[in-house]
């Protein structure tokens, strides 16, 4: 059955976690809703060399991120889950306090208040006691934090390889089935 599931894409290092989550879920056949923050335009470009609007072109939907009257910021439009990959600490902060003035923390506290599951890979390092606590407030209104750490059971060739281990946990978290990632036993 096909989902609809936003794919938000911030300023944290590792925007390739983003862009494979929507080539995953484009070749799966769901329907991505995709937003990409304004510091999310330097990491695309200086992390992969590519532009907004290339990665824009593997969502079925995208939006701006300013645009808080956009359909994904009501209850009402039917979305079954959202993903941020890779999550920033401000991101995680405007989440873990409601902060709702752009459209992602926006569209995360709809997904929190109508009880559908929210994925945050949140990625920074080290973490001080600030980033441990947000991600903590986050996990206590119902957030999923899965940072991108990776496994090797599976035995990763490539950076691609570790990169999609941690795509696939967290896809699989919002209940999409993929085999992106080595499920134990199997490798
Ligand atoms: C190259 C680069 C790498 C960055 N990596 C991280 C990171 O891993 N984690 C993080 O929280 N912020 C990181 N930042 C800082 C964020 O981009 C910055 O806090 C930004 O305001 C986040 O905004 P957003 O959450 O709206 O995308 C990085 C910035 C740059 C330019």
Known sequence: MSRQIIVAI???SGAIYGIRALEILRSLGHETHLIVSAAARHT????TGRTAGDIGA?????????DTGASIASGSFPIDGMLVAPCSIKTLSAIAN????DLIPRAADVCLKE????VLMVRESPLHIGHLRLMTQAAEIGAVICPPIPTFYGHPQTAADIVDASVGRALARLGIDNDAYTKWGEG
């Open 98 to 101: 409601s902060y709702t003035a």
């Open 10 to 12: 911030t300023g944290a």
């Open 58 to 66: 593997l969502a079925s939907f995208t939006y701006d991120p300013a």
């Open 115 to 118: 009880g559908r599951p929210l």
């Open 44 to 47: 695309v470009a200086q992390e």
